[in-house]
């Protein structure tokens, strides 16, 4: 039977024609314990749940959000935990639900961020054959790798998820490597990107910074992971305390590591390869903003867990961004509530004074609020705890960028800027500093033999 929401309300005219979210439909349940983890701990929120979404919730979510956009193309958009135990029929499922209701203009982009593990040959043959986009958890080589994301034996995935990797390349889906930026890693961004580019042929790249927030409290249990301990206490993680786990990127460390790739790519791989971060940048020298992290103002991308909560967003899972159930009350009024709305506001309202004054606010636009918790150099709480990474990254590129900016309203291609780099690396001197700004001469860094492809 078609679950029919209730009228929605005037606040529905509010809002935005196309939105973002995530579904969970086995919520925080995951065949891996990957230390950084934090929505392992969210199975607090649920304690007496199964966590896996019902039939009923599948056809509500699917019916509601085709119903709430106003634009032709619409995401089903698909993550955990780890999406996979729903197991293979639940997602045909889903896609039958999506073809009997969307709308004869409607486009559908499916989409799935997973750990690869339980990939095999019947699940990759079903994400081609509806043009899935992977987003495939990779943390760079296997040492790197097997540092955080490992299985709950305590052992690293590092070989499981290239098997998987190899099945959805056999099969021709759509891959984007999902890094994420953690102490292990860190210090070798152009070898996490080499990696990716020469040894997986990745071509779409995102790096996620890991921010574990904690407090002096909180912070010996926290670094323990987030996972349940039998006999031992366990915390839910919230977006609270100024400190973070020694597993996190540091400010400056994170601002290295895009140089260092940045620098890579300019050299061979402007057109190529895309880095989500890259790509969001140069899109905001002309005003545009499709991603959330850096725009002015947020709340386009939420949250949906497997028995209809929704919340403000991914990173905001926790009991004061509940916006409501989509059983109780029709998913458009939910984002388009007063609610979320000052949560999307908060984003430009909170800014510091020192973000406010800032030469790159056009760029960066104070970051994701759940990393403000620091104080500026004014003294003032709420700035951004990456703030000089990204300073560093934002200033850094500015010629560039700019340039490829100007190329493309020129009516040119920004890949173009590879022929003037390689016109003043040809100028530069073997004992110079390398341009990347890491006090290393350019023969040993990105002037060295066998950098580029």
């Known amino acids: 039977m078609l679950p029919t929401p209730t009228t929605a309300s005037s606040d529905a005219r509010a809002a935005p024609p196309r939105f973002h979210l995530l579904a969970k439909p086995s919520g925080s349940t995951c065949n891996l314990d990957c230390t950084y983890c934090f929505f392992l701990s969210k199975e607090a929120l649920y304690p007496n749940d199964a966590s896996r979404m019902s039939e009923a919730t599948l056809e509500a979510y699917l019916v509601q959000l085709l119903e709430a956009h106003r634009t032709p193309e619409v ?6 935990g780890e999406p996979t135990l729903m197991g293979l029929d639940f997602f045909r499922r889903s896609v039958e639900l999506v073809d009997r209701y969307k709308g004869p203009d409607q ?33 760079g080589p296997p040492a790197m790798h097997d540092t955080y994301r490992v299985n709950r034996g305590g052992q690293g995935t590092h070989r499981q998820v290239m098997k998987g990797l190899a099945t959805l390349r056999r099969h021709d889906v759509d ?18 990107y080499r990696f990716f580019r020469d040894e997986l042929g990745a071509e779409f790249m995102q790096f996620i910074p890991i921010v574990e927030r904690a407090t002096a409290q909180t912070l010996p249990l926290a670094n323990q992971g987030w996972s349940e301990r039998p006999g031992g206490e366990r915390l839910l993680y919230t977006q609270t305390g100024s400190l973070v786990t020694e597993r996190s990127v540091g400010g400056e460390q994170y601002g290295r590591f895009l140089v260092d790739i940045y620098e890579e790519w300019l050299r061979g791989d402007v057109g190529t390869v895309f880095v989500q971060l890259f790509d969001v940048t140069l899109q905001a020298y002309f005003g545009q903003y499709s991603l959330c992290i850096h725009a002015p103002i947020c709340g386009t991308a939420l949250a949906l867990e497997h028995n209809g909560d929704l919340y403000s967003c991914d990173h905001y899972v926790e009991p004061n961004y509940l916006l409501g159930n989509i059983h109780d009350r029709p998913m458009l009024d939910l984002v388009a509530s007063p609610q979320q709305r000052e949560f999307g506001k908060h984003k430009r309202d909170s800014l510091t004074a020192q973000c406010r ?65 390689a016109a003043d690396d040809a100028k530069r001197g073997r ?23």
């Open 75 to 80: 995401t089903v958009a698909w993550q955990g």
């Open 357 to 421: 004054s800032c030469d790159v606010l056009r760029l960066c636009n104070g970051g994701c609020p759940k990393d403000r918790f620091v104080t500026s150099r004014d003294g003032e709480e709420g700035h951004n705890y990456l703030c000089d990474g990204l300073y560093h990254f934002y200033t850094h590129t500015q010629p560039t960028m700019t340039a490829m900016a100007q190329l493309i309203h020129q009516g040119s291609y920004a890949d173009e800027i590879m022929t003037r780099i």
């Open 431 to 453: 004992n110079d500093p390398c341009p990347c700004d890491n006090g290393t001469k350019f023969k040993n860094c990105h002037g060295a033999p066998g950098r580029r492809r």
């Open 107 to 139: 486009q559908i982009e499916y989409t799935m961020q997973t750990n690869g593990v339980l990939l095999d040959d019947q699940w990759c043959a079903f994400l081609r054959q509806h043009n899935f986009l992977v987003g495939l958890s990779v943390d």
């Open 175 to 192: 891959v984007n490597i999902l890094c994420t930026v953690n102490a292990a890693n860190a210090d070798h961004g152009a070898q996490v």
